[in-house]
């Protein structure tokens, strides 16, 4: 009987693990699917830039993204107002601002020769606070 009871216990244990793993995998894939949708080709506005999401990540205090941006006729640095300007006026990225995450944006133009890279930390005080 002890024995059967200790089987009983692993096996709830397992099933909960694997539950547990099952559901934060949908989740992140989920995540990503909605992220890549908010930034395939929609950041910038600009006819014939394209925009991917290559990264990123949810953490307790942040979120990484990163993107690679292709076609732009300017520095990547050029385009930081832009970037911010997306960040706040994205309802998905806002909420994560306004409930006290940061956001990492890190972009690449690897089409670029010189000016290829930017990245900005973004908070909820840099879109005006809530």
């Not at 832009?82 to 690449?108: E, H």
């Amino acid at each position: 009987m002890r024995k059967d009871r200790k089987l009983l216990k692993f096996g709830i244990y397992a099933l909960t693990f694997i539950t547990s793993l099952i559901y934060y995998h949908y989740r992140d894939t989920k995540n990503e699917e909605v992220l890549s949708y908010l930034i395939q080709n929609t950041v910038f506005g600009i006819e014939g830039v394209e925009t991917e999401l290559k990264y990123h990540s949810i953490q307790q205090q942040s979120i990484v993204i990163k993107i690679d941006a292709i076609g732009l006729p300017e520095k990547a640095s050029y385009y930081k107002p832009v970037i911010l300007a997306f960040v706040c006026s994205t309802p998905t990225l806002r909420g994560q601002l306004n409930a006290g995450k940061t956001i990492n944006f890190d972009m690449a133009a690897p089409d670029r020769q010189e000016g290829y890279h930017t990245n900005m930390k973004i908070d909820s005080a840099r879109c005006g606070g809530q």
